[in-house]
Structure formats: structure tokens, C-alpha cells
């Protein structure tokens, strides 16, 4: 089992940053590949990006690339997600996933409570 907690988001004006951080509980995170989602009112949750295991792979939605990154730290069950340039709409609730699989093509079975992204025009 893995416990994920989000902290990070706030409120920031258009072209501003925020780093998300996700931090999970239990012995096995560093086999887990960790995703961020989000999900704006009205809409369905999306995938923005995801790692492996060993963090040496990512993938980002096409909405985000060149613009977010996501890291872990695996000494510290940590997972970031580093937002650059934000536009307004990037305003939504972020949350971090856990997947046992390694990959992110096993899927996400632990999610976070999520964490609100608000980006001001």
C-alpha cells in the first residue's frame, strides 16, 4: 500500500512556475512508476506526465511538453512536477499516482488527494 501526499500549488499569474511535490509512504516506492494527472471543473482527469522506476524515462501530454518536468527522488519518496510558463489553462486540481508496474503502461493504482493549481491571466 502507498499513501501519496501532493503540496506546491497556489495561486500564480500566466508565465509564472510552481514546483509540485508528491511524497509517498512505504518501502516499495522506488519500484513504482509515478504519474501527475489533473483534472479542471467540468472536465475529465487528464494525464500531464509520468516516470519509471529508475526515473530514466518520462513522458509528458503534448498540452505540457517543453514546459513541465517531472523528477523523483528516490531517497526521499519524492516526486516533483517542475510547471514553467503556465497559462491559465493549466488551472486545475493536480494529483500524483503510484503504479506497481514500474511503467507507466501498467497503470496508476494509488492516487493523492490532489493539490489546486490556480494560473491568473
Known amino acids: 500500500q502507498v499513501q501519496l501526499v501532493e503540496s506546491g500549488g497556489g495561486l500564480v499569474q500566466a508565465g509564472g512556475s510552481l514546483r509540485l511535490s508528491c511524497a509517498a509512504s512505504g518501502r516499495t516506492f522506488s519500484s513504482y512508476a509515478m504519474g501527475w494527472f489533473r483534472q479542471a471543473p467540468g472536465k475529465e482527469r487528464e494525464f500531464v506526465a509520468a516516470?519509471?522506476?529508475?526515473?530514466?524515462?518520462?513522458v509528458y501530454a503534448a498540452s505540457v511538453k517543453g514546459r513541465f518536468t517531472i523528477s523523483r527522488d528516490n531517497a526521499k519518496n519524492t516526486v516533483y512536477l517542475q510547471m514553467n510558463s503556465l497559462k491559465p489553462e493549466d488551472t486545475a486540481v493536480y494529483y500524483c499516482a503510484a503504479g506497481r508496474g514500474g511503467s507507466w503502461l501498467s497503470g496508476f493504482e494509488y492516487w493523492g488527494q490532489g493539490t489546486q493549481v490556480t494560473v491568473s491571466s
Open positions: 516516470v519509471d522506476w529508475r526515473g530514466g524515462s518520462t
